[in-house]
């Protein structure tokens, strides 16, 4: 049974609803960018804790980039160009759920581990926002109503690749079509999973995820950033290898005023001469 399954219901949650979370998504992005640039940024805690995050971090984002790739495909491919090519349904089919639940669970890990360093760690805990309860929230509902449905679509009763990736197809080209997920076919998992990843859409610009749209072009480019090394002298030695001249790594505020002759440092004006 549908969970939604009258028109104006339908229209309003796949057709209004993602041209307006799309229209907030991409507007807020070029607004953000125009005037918050300082404030595009991840928001890194790696300075707070290091040694959860450089597991988590590195488990989730390989994950969703697996199942963003996955999404990619099984949305923009249609049945008949995997056919040409002579991959048979049964065969895509097989691939797409090991590589969905392989990807699934690789966020799932990630995202668990992340919150739990995020809410057992004071230092990081205190960093965190509404906004950012927010987006964990939409990312829980996404992240385990995809994997339910990636799970519970093994015996491959719901035939997403006919009713929901044409739904996504038809939404790009402005024809949209709220009776491809309205269908019976379609079951209620799948929808409530759409109908998340909208609500995330609209709230990302407004979130630390605009990161993910930052690409370092200008860095190979940049100049580099000289920090104090711990020791001056070995930093001194290795530095020859990239260079010439002399290093200074001293202090660029003296400690204190050097003395002058007999005066302790005082001008002579001081002294009343």
Sequence with gaps: MSLIATSAPAT???????????????????WRRKNDQFGWTARSTELLEGKVLRFASVVFHV?????????????LIP?????????????????AVAGGISAGIAVLVGFVALMYRRFTNPRVRVTTTNMDLLIF???AV?????????????????????????????IFIFQPDPSLMTGD?????????VIAVWFLYAAWPFSRLVHAFTV???????????????????????????GSGNLDY??????????TGTTGGRSRAAQGE
């Design 216 to 242: 370092p072009i200008n860095y190979p480019r940049r100049s580099p950033i000289i920090y104090r090394p711990r020791k001056p002298q070995v930093a001194a030695a290795k530095s020859k290898s990239y």
């Design 137 to 139: 929230g939409l990312l």
């Design 12 to 30: 309003a949650v796949y057709v209004v609803l993602p041209y307006v979370a799309l229209a907030i998504g991409i507007g807020g992005l070029i």
């Design 63 to 75: 994950g969703v980039l697996a199942a963003i790739g996955g999404h990619v495909l099984g949305i």
């Design 250 to 259: 001293g202090p660029s505020i003296p400690s204190g005023p050097k003395p």
């Design 142 to 170: 996404g992240i385990a109503t995809g994997l339910i449905a990636t799970l519970v679509n093994i015996p491959d009763t719901v035939n997403y690749r006919e009713s929901v990736a044409p739904y996504f197809r038809q």
């Design 79 to 95: 049945a008949s160009w995997t056919d040409a090519v002579g991959i048979s349904e049964d065969a895509y089919h097989v691939l």
């Design 185 to 193: 076919g379609v079951a209620t998992i799948f929808q409530i999973h």
